[in-house]
């Protein structure tokens, strides 16, 4: 076998939709990517956008944040908050030079279980096709950029 | 005028010149141009395939590459043809691997070919390209009372479709209706008539064509219309041996549909090949279509 | 008050469980290999691996490690929290530990199911192991809250299911509402002529039923109604029911029917008669219907759409009179503490397999049409005819799986469709006995008490079985025999040869599939359904009742296809479910709240239109905002949201979480000192 790049992508997936989602994939025996490591939080709402810069400092290559569709979130509209934040991450993303493609909002339904399969083969793909993100050199530019991300880890709201 | 490659196949050069002829006279008077390929090859037709699977392709391939060149879509006026064409660009666009094999063959010949371009039937040209609506603004000459059974056949709905898009299309009766017609709810229209079968089974073909036959006769039919050179000589031309066979008495006209489009749309009866027929259309063309038969 | 401690103890004693899950995890993952490395890892105490960790011995390896080598925290590696997080907090608090002192790391649905690499998969093991590690050793104890349970009742669906649940718990004594979306309870029973096995008439066994629970004291009725939101949870459900207008009023009608007979227009019965018959403009799906109030059809009224007309109300009866065109439609608003879910199938639409000319050819009729057709007091008086009403087939096929286990349609099997399809042949031999009739089966499949046995009888009183798929329906003659017949064409598997056998009648037995919009429901109650459409229960085979929403239940064909012994069975399961809850009277909720550390806060206020429950307050005279407990659900949001940080989530803080990133990407860390959080 070719030694090809397995990136390592984490997931943020809320408690009602999307972690069940992938419960059922799972339970379905769909088979794919095992490349994306779930974190359950209670909803797509929860998440920070510092939990995602964490992520990618921490050594991954990709987040995946999913949650249910627009109108079925669990709680409401948790998912449109998320939805929000995540439009000013990626701006602030694309200018750290992270590309696109690393951090992902997708939506999945309990009953979606081959969708999420299907959109995680994707990500992983097209991660695969960018390599390693490499955070230290691609966005501190070295070691002496430590404390731009260091502000940019100041959790903002949206 | 929208253009596209035409590949007319080794029938239509000889033995079912009237469709060919039709094909093209039709289309240019509803606005499109069938440009034949200049150095076209045969495409394997139903044997070549389980010879040698990789050679048929890279055939095929060649004529794919060619349309290719001039950037145009491929279209087949047979069945097989088509079928063979279709499943090649699909397989050729779907493995690497393949492709890499047939394009180093195609370098012979200083060609190569990358997928770019579809494949059609030319009764996809009538339907999707042309639509009914436009063809029954042209017509002149309708139909009337000619009740028209539309044979698919077997090969023109399966490669792309499937479900009931296959089980139960409706795209030739609505050409024959606009053609002003009657249609036939023919229910053997999507049987295979035994085209490959003459050769290796000629009884079980025999019986194959009685069959469609007995049908259209049942459903009270003056002529079947065909897509298909194939069917069209299975129908046909094996009459008198399926009358031998089993002793009925078969005398049913089979004729491509671009032959009736081309008569309803007021082409010379020769300008689309009829006379040329070996059970002859004539005796329908007396009562239905006075105008244009004298 | 702030639980989020920034520099915990980094002494925690955590016991570290692999399970091998029989083979479904072993087999991908290598359960030794991650339970060694697991060893290794700071703060593990002791970490083992084990075939079935929820098993009692499983369970009883986490309690006496937690005893005896004094665990402060515990990690299960193994199936989804969804699964079995309820069994391995209990096992801990067993053993003396709060039970928020556990995580659960999921290799099983998320790993070992997914993938066949079994490099990738121990890794993917290892990462989400220590990311539990990581993570635990921050958690803190923390209570359970209790929430009282209302002990009434919503019961969605009023076919044989939905009506013994209802009947279960009235009995019991407790209030149930039973909405039903028709004008009349029974559902598909009531249309059905006689159920198999024993052919007792499904009227028969049915009306009683229905009428107890028209009848019910604690049961409220709620037919020709629809559920359109639902709000809270467990034990304090709010639900709008919008009662569709009947024009109607049922407080004066006695159910006399004088309406429907004077109405002067009919028009087809596409629902209960399935399109075999038709009915009044102002109509009773059936006489027997429960309850006995018509209901006019608004789009066919003359009066509605024309302005002309009010027969029934010139001849209805009563004083006042009970037609009232000016009737809205109502939305009711209800409390309940439990939802019992029973909604039902409906059945696959014939038509999508054209080859078999349901819709085309007149003489191939779908189940349901022939139950009516069959039934004594249906479409033909209970009279086997053809289309034109009078014609008596000679001879009938029967296509079973017409839709099920096929794979451009359905694969699963429908279950109940050969025992029907054997009930047919029976009813058409009893009722023109020179018949013959073709029961086209792929497998036989009669699982089921006294079902083998009918298939038996069935042989005997002389059916033809054909093994084989049927490829066509066609009214191609192709030899006098054939002509004005239709022809089954089909490959006769236990002969070797292909069949075309000309028949008068064709009947389709088609799959049970779930509702159309059974996904909309599944969202609307927040419980999920599979691909195919149907609820997930909580457990295939533990639990087929519950669903992962706690306080929802669901019973009969919505959650797969089934018979009516079946539905009843889990009907009355899901009820018992409910008692068992509304007898306890309070249940523990997930303390997953969020609180906020009112000195730190700045009284900037972001979070305050956060919350979509309202759940946080602002004091202006102090100048902070509160979250009010009960009101609160735990999302998060506003945790994410606050820019001091001040905002905590329990058992979500951000300390956890970030510690759980960091676990979770062990392998990948860049190798530097430890960034701080
Ligand atoms: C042709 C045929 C023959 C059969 N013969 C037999 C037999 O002989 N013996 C046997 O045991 N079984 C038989 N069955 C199976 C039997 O019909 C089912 O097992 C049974 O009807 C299932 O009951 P249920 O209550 O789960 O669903 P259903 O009977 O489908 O009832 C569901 C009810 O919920 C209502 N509903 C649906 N959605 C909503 C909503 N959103 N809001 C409010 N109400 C809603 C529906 O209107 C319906 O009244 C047969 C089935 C068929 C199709
Ligand atoms: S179900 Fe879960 S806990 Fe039980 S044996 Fe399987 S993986 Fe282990
Ligand atoms: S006539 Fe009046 S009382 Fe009788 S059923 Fe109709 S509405 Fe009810
Ligand atoms: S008003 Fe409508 S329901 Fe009443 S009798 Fe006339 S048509 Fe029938
Ligand atoms: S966690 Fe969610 S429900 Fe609770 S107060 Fe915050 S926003 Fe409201
Ligand atoms: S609960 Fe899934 S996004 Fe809110």
Not at chain 1, 76 to 102: D, P, T, Y
Not at chain 1, 105 to 131: D, F, P
Not at chain 3, 400 to 428: P, Q, T, W
Request: glycine share 8%.
């Amino acid at each position: 076998m070719s030694e090809q790049f397995e990136p390592v992508i984490v997931g943020f997936l809320c408690n009602w939709c999307s972690y069940r989602a992938a419960d059922l994939a799972g339970t379905a025996r769909i088979h794919y990517a095992p490349n994306m490591r779930p974190i359950r939080v209670m909803c797509s709402g929860r998440i920070d956008p510092q939990f995602v810069l964490k992520a990618l400092r921490e050594g991954a290559d990709g987040v995946m944040i999913a949650g249910c569709h627009p109108g079925e979130c669990h709680y409401v509209s948790g998912n449109i908050k998320a939805l929000r934040r995540f439009i000013l991450l990626k701006a602030m993303l694309r200018q750290f030079g992270v590309e696109e493609a690393r951090v992902q909002l997708v939506w999945a339904s309990a009953s979606e279980g081959i969708i999420l399969a299907a959109k995680v083969n994707k990500m992983t793909e097209e991660i695969r096709a960018l390599g390693p993100l490499n955070w230290q050199e691609t966005v501190l530019g070295g070691n002496n950029g430590y404390k731009v991300a260091q502000a940019a880890l100041v959790p903002e709201e949206v | 005028m929208k253009k596209f490659a035409y590949f007319p196949g080794c029938s239509l050069e000889k033995l079912a010149q009237s469709y060919n002829n039709s094909s093209v006279e039709t289309t240019r008077l509803l606005g499109v141009e069938l440009q034949e390929l200049e150095d076209w090859n045969c495409c394997g037709a139903t044997t070549y395939f389980h010879v040698d699977q990789l050679l048929a392709y890279t055939l095929v391939a060649r004529n794919l590459a060619m349309a290719e060149k001039e950037g145009l879509d491929l279209v087949a006026p047979c069945s097989a043809c088509y079928k063979n064409a279709y499943f090649t660009n699909k397989y050729i666009k779907e493995d690497p691997d393949l492709a890499e094999h047939i394009n180093y063959a195609l370098e012979e010949d200083d060609l190569q070919f990358n997928g770019t371009i579809n494949v059609h039937h030319v009764i996809e040209i009538f339907v999707n390209e042309i639509g009914v609506e436009k063809i029954k603004s042209k017509i002149t000459n309708p139909l009337e009372g000619l009740r028209v059974a539309p044979y698919y056949g077997c090969q023109i709905v399966r490669p792309k479709h499937n479900g009931t898009d296959a089980e139960n299309p409706h795209f030739f009766e609505e050409l024959v209706s606009a053609m002003g017609a009657d249609t036939v709810d023919y229910p053997e229209r999507l049987r295979c008539c035994g085209a490959s079968l003459i050769m290796t089974s000629r009884h079980a073909a025999l019986n194959m064509v009685r069959t469609l036959l007995q049908s259209a006769v049942d459903c009270e039919t003056n002529v079947i219309a065909t897509a298909c050179p194939l069917c069209q000589v299975n129908l046909e031309c094996y009459q008198p041996q399926v009358n031998e066979e089993f002793g009925t008495n078969f005398n049913m006209p089979v004729l491509y549909f671009t032959q009736l489009l081309g008569l309803a749309m007021g082409l010379p009866p020769k300008k689309v090949g009829i006379g040329s027929e070996l059970v002859s259309a004539a005796p329908i063309f007396d009562k239905y279509l006075k105008r244009t038969v004298r | 008050m702030s639980e989020e401690q920034k520099h915990p103890e980094q002494n925690e004693r955590v016991g570290v469980y692999i399970c091998h899950c029989g083979t479904n995890i072993a087999n991908v993952v290598d359960v030794e290999d991650v339970a060694e490395w697991a060893g290794k890892q700071p703060n593990v105490e002791i970490a083992r691996e084990y075939k079935f960790m929820c098993s009692s011995l499983g369970q009883d390896l986490i309690e006496e490690d937690i005893r005896e080598k004094g665990l402060t925290r515990v990690v299960v590696s193994s199936c989804s929290p969804h699964m079995h997080e309820k069994t391995f907090r209990t096992a801990c608090e067993r053993g003396g530990l709060n039970p928020f002192l556990f995580e659960m790391a999921n290799i099983r649905e998320h790993d070992s199911w997914i993938t066949n690499d079994k490099v990738a998969a121990t890794q993917k093991a290892k990462a989400l192991t220590n990311a539990a590690i990581e993570r635990v050793v921050h958690h803190q104890p923390l209570e359970q809250l209790p929430v009282e349970i209302n002990p009434n009742t919503l019961v969605v669906g009023g076919g044989i299911a939905g009506i013994t649940a209802a009947l279960e718990l009235a009995n019991g004594g407790h209030h149930v509402y039973l909405v039903e979306r028709e004008p009349s309870i029974g559902g598909h029973m009531a249309q059905l002529d006689k159920t198999f096995p024993t052919l007792d008439c499904s009227a028969c066994i049915l009306t009683p039923k229905m009428v107890d629970a028209g009848q019910h004291p604690n049961i409220t009725l709620l037919t020709w109604s629809e559920v359109e939101k639902v709000d809270g949870y467990i034990g304090n459900f709010t639900v709008s029911v919008r009662k569709k207008a009947r024009y109607i009023n049922e407080d004066h009608c006695t159910g006399c029917g004088i309406c429907i007979e004077k109405c002067p227009f009919k028009v087809i019965d596409d629902v209960f008669e399935v399109g075999m018959g038709e009915r009044k403009v102002v109509y009773r799906p059936f006489p027997q219907a429960v309850p006995k109030f018509p209901v006019i059809d608004k789009e066919n009224c003359v009066y509605f759409q024309r302005g002309k007309c009010k027969a029934c109300q010139i001849f209805c009866p009563t004083e006042p009179n009970s037609i009232d065109f000016e009737q809205e439609d109502e939305i009711l608003s209800i409390s309940v503490g439990n939802i019992i879910l029973a909604t039902g199938f409906q059945l696959f639409d014939t038509a999508k397999i054209p080859q078999y000319g349901y819709g085309r050819l007149p003489n191939v009729f779908t189940s349901l049409e022939f139950e009516r057709m069959v039934n004594a007091s249906g479409p033909t008086d209970g009279k086997i005819v053809l289309r034109d009403k009078q014609t008596e087939p000679k001879t009938v096929a029967i296509i079973h799986c017409v839709g099920s286990r096929d794979e451009n349609y359905h694969k699963y099997c429908s279950k109940i469709c050969c025992m029907y399809s054997l009930k047919f042949a029976h009813l058409v031999h009893e009722r023109i006995p020179d018949a013959d009739v073709y029961n086209c089966y792929i497998d036989m499949r009669t699982p089921g008490k006294g079902y083998e046995e009918f298939y038996h009888r069935l042989l005997e009183e002389g059916t033809h079985f054909i093994r084989g798929k049927v490829a066509e329906v066609t009214n191609a003659a192709r030899i006098p025999e054939e002509k004005g017949k239709l022809i089954v064409q089909v490959e006769d598997t236990l002969i070797g040869r292909q069949r075309r056998i000309p028949v008068d009648m064709v009947l389709l037995s088609p799959a049970m599939e779930a509702q159309p919009d059974s996904k909309e429901i599944s969202q609307l109650f927040k419980m999920g359904c599979d691909f195919d459409g149907f609820f997930t229960e909580r457990h295939p085979k533990l639990d087929p009742v519950a669903t992962m929403t706690e306080g929802i239940f669901i019973a009969g064909a919505c959650q797969g296809p089934k018979d009516v012994p079946d539905s009843v069975a889990q009907g009355a399961a899901a009820s018992a479910r409910v008692a068992g809850l509304i007898n306890i009277g309070t249940v523990m909720m997930e303390p997953v709240r969020a609180s906020i550390n009112q000195d730190d806060c700045s009284g900037c206020r972001i979070c305050n239109n956060m919350c979509p429950y309202n759940a946080i307050i602002f004091h202006e005279d102090r100048h902070v905002s509160e979250v009010i407990t009960a009101l609160c659900q735990g999302c998060g949001t506003c945790v994410a949201a606050c820019p001091s940080g001040i905002i905590s989530g329990a058992h979500f803080t951000n300390i956890q979480l970030l510690s759980q990133i960091e676990g979770i990407l062990w392998d990948v860390r860049p190798a530097k000192e430890k960034v701080p959080a």
